[in-house]
């Protein structure tokens, strides 16, 4: 049976997409999200599910019982209000409703759910929030010297640059490699990493690219880039797609052989 995959939406609190598109109306509100992570799980072999975000997380107990993975998608920049700074110049769009929905939704499910996670670029950083870390807000301001990480008007599956793997991580063993090219689409990054994650991808400059999981035996794998749009160009990108969703299928196979309490009685 293909696992379940929750994606989480991006949220917009301006009307500019509807009224572009001809579909809204003026100071609507909208949560969206991109093909390519519908895409890339479903070429993978799973059944993806958009999470909107709600104003009460208990919202999503019944659909959250259900999953068996969970993929925090990118988007806007995260308040640094929740890592305990102010802002500095070069901070980009924030969606407060969006960072308080997921940050509850990130330590719920690595606190008291056992699903297999993947972060990817914002979903990197939120993981990273979420546990007690910290982000660069600007990398041209406050990282000058490193490379550009911002490149919006390259082609989306275009490798900008190279990442070194650490040998022995999850992401090792997915790509059979010490080292792999990727896109670049981020203007802020991990500095401080949180609790119970290492850093297993990074690229030259020693930017932060890929962290996992300390806890061994469990699936929690996040990436700074953005593979699900290199996945459809980039044949070996959808190793990741296919690691997670797998680690996903066998915590299901695991959850499914669980004997309920109806069932012991």
């Known amino acids: 049976m293909k696992p379940l995959i929750g994606i989480c939406a991006n949220y917009l609190s301006d009307d500019t997409v509807g009224l572009a598109a001809g579909i809204g109306a003026k100071n609507q509100e909208w949560q969206l999200l991109a093909d390519d992570y519908i895409v890339a799980i479903e070429r993978a072999g799973g059944v993806p599910v958009i999470l909107p975000i709600t104003t009460e997380l208990e919202t999503l107990t019944p659909l959250l019982q259900k999953l068996d993975g969970i993929l925090f998608s990118g988007g806007s920049d995260i308040d640094p209000y929740f890592y305990g700074e ?20 990130a330590r719920k499910v690595l606190s008291d759910m056992n699903i297999p996670v993947l ?9 990273t929030v979420a546990t007690g870390g910290k982000l660069y807000q600007d990398l041209s301001s406050q990282k000058p010297e490193g490379i550009n990480h911002s490149v919006p008007k390259s082609i989306r599956h275009h490798a900008s640059h190279p990442v070194r793997i650490e040998n022995g991580s999850i992401l090792h ?5 010490d080292e792999l090219r990727i896109n670049s689409f981020h203007h802020q ?20 690219e890929g962290i996992e999981w300390e806890e061994p035996n469990r699936f929690v794998v996040a990436v700074q880039w953005h593979p699900e749009m290199m996945e459809g160009q980039v044949d070996t990108v959808r190793l990741i797609f296919n690691a997670f969703v797998e680690a996903s299928k066998m915590n299901a196979q695991v959850i499914g052989l669980v004997p309920s309490e109806e069932t012991i009685a």
């Open 86 to 105: 102010y802002p500095k110049f070069g901070l980009g769009a924030i969606e407060p409703k969006r960072d308080f929905h997921e940050i509850r939704l």
């Open 189 to 208: 990054a991990v500095k401080e990493l949180g609790k119970g994650f290492k850093v297993t991808m990074t690229a030259p400059d020693r930017i932060i």
């Open 173 to 177: 063993n997915t790509f059979q490699n």
């Open 119 to 127: 972060g990817i670029c914002r979903g990197m950083q939120l993981l």
